[in-house]
């Protein structure tokens, strides 16, 4: 491809983003392509200094709004230093969060008003939209019970530590976020066993990016 591929994994605490993002980055090297993985927040370095402060809660005692902003500011960084000119390269970008993880923390259970959120997304993302968004998803209460196993004795992080209902919220909008762009996201099951996950993730990519090529091809003729 002249152009890259950007795809965000998107989903509830212990859904298995880490692990199927690894396995995904594999098989697409495998297949000779340049691929690039990162998260949110952090993935360059003005966004990796706030990611501290966001995960760890220092933010929190100013409120969602302020703490929107942070990520915002994160993301502006990440997507300028990072992403684009991955893409522009012809990297395939494999991001863990993105802006449907704003959408939802900050603006759904964050409570914050939709053109505060969507006038925050239009300047931070500049028009880097992901070509396909996987939403792992995944009861929470199971979720929650595997990133607590994963993490041992380290003390939850600001997300992680909140009240079942709104991790339960969380998951109704990630939902809510796919029936409304389907075109964009797809979602798979995170509670089959990580082999199926791998599969149904691998199908989906080759999917989006053979419809993405296709496309590309139409325009130029």
Known sequence: MSRGFFITFEGGEGAGKSTQITQLAASLRDQGHDVIITREPGGSSGAEAVRHVLLSGAAEPFGPAMEAILFAAARSDHVEQVIRPAIERGAVVLCDRFLDSSRVYQGVTGNLDDDFMRELERVTVNGMVPDLTVILDIDPEEGLRRASARRGTDAPDRFEKEALATHRRRRKAFLEIARAEPGRCVV???????????????????????????GRERRQA
């Open 188 to 214: 798979v099951d995170a509670s089959m066993p990580a082999d199926r996950v791998t599969a149904a993730i691998q199908r989906a990519v080759e999917q989006a990016m053979v419809r993405e090529q296709t």
